[in-house]
């Protein structure tokens, strides 16, 4: 295939189009190695959430321990008394079975243990939120004890950090599920763990229990699209810098 595409052409030499295309494979090849890299994640946080789903809730602050060590405690089921301190409060946007909304953060003070932790209640919709007529439960969520997900704070890195915002948005929402910058935003000191909540017993709002468990794991189609488009630009390289005789 080659040698047909080279076959009676003399290579010349394009200064323009040659650094557009390097610069567009430069991306492609790097998005294509970060869904490798997902893959990776992927394959490996599907088969820790099946180990561990049927395990039985650990102190939090025992499962913080042993992931200040460096054990991986991701997705470790934990519980935890504490005071609910709904003015130290972070709304994240999302979306839940095709409806948008957010999903609730609260900082929680453990009994008998600093710092704060911020625990995700769940999801409240959009059209909740704008209600005048249905008040969503999260408002006047009394002191209990809290089961959930242990979760590490979420940080980005290129490409994925080239078009998401980790900062808080002009009207109060985050994107980015990191506890350190709630925790800075509202000048306090929280833990760098949140806690994702189980469902509660209680009103409807926010919906706990919201952590996804059932993974869909394309990266691997990703990753062969992004190649396949790099293949393809080099052709087109190629083909206008070996024009015929």
């Given at each position: 295939?080659?040698?047909?595409?080279?076959?009676?052409?003399?290579?010349?030499?394009?200064p323009v189009l040659t650094i557009f295309?390097?610069?567009g494979l430069a991306m492609l090849v790097s998005l294509g190695a970060w869904q490798l890299k997902r893959l990776d994640w992927?394959?490996?946080?599907?088969?820790?959430?099946?180990?561990?789903?049927?395990?039985?809730?650990?102190?939090?602050?025992k499962a913080i321990a042993r992931a200040d060590a460096g054990e991986d405690m991701e997705y470790a089921p934990v519980r935890f008394s504490g005071r609910l301190r709904p003015s130290l409060e972070?709304?994240?946007?999302?979306?839940?079975?095709?409806?948008?909304?957010?999903y609730y953060f609260a900082a929680v003070k453990p009994e008998g243990s600093d710092p704060l932790v911020y625990v995700n209640f769940g999801f409240v919709p959009q059209s909740v939120l704008k209600s005048s007529t249905e008040t969503p439960q999260y408002r006047s969520m009394a002191n209990s004890e809290i089961t959930g997900l242990l979760r590490y704070r979420e940080e980005l890195s290129p490409p994925a950090s080239w078009f998401q915002s980790a900062e808080q948005s002009s009207d109060g929402l985050w994107f980015v599920r990191d506890p350190l910058r709630f925790a800075e935003a509202a000048?306090?000191?929280?833990s760098p763990y949140y806690v994702d909540s189980f469902v509660r017993d209680g009103g409807p709002w926010p919906k706990g229990?919201?952590?996804r468990v059932d993974f869909r794991n394309a990266h691997l189609d990703y990753a062969l699209t992004w190649f396949g488009l790099a293949i393809v630009l080099f052709g087109v390289w190629l083909t206008f810098s070996l024009p015929k005789r």
């Open positions: 295939m080659l040698a047909g595409l080279t076959h009676n052409r003399r290579f010349a030499f394009r295309v390097l610069a992927k394959q490996g946080l599907i088969a820790k959430i099946e180990a561990r789903a049927e395990a039985p809730p650990m102190a939090l602050e972070a709304h994240l946007f999302g979306s839940y079975e095709g409806a948008a909304g957010i000048q306090i000191v929280a229990g919201t952590t």
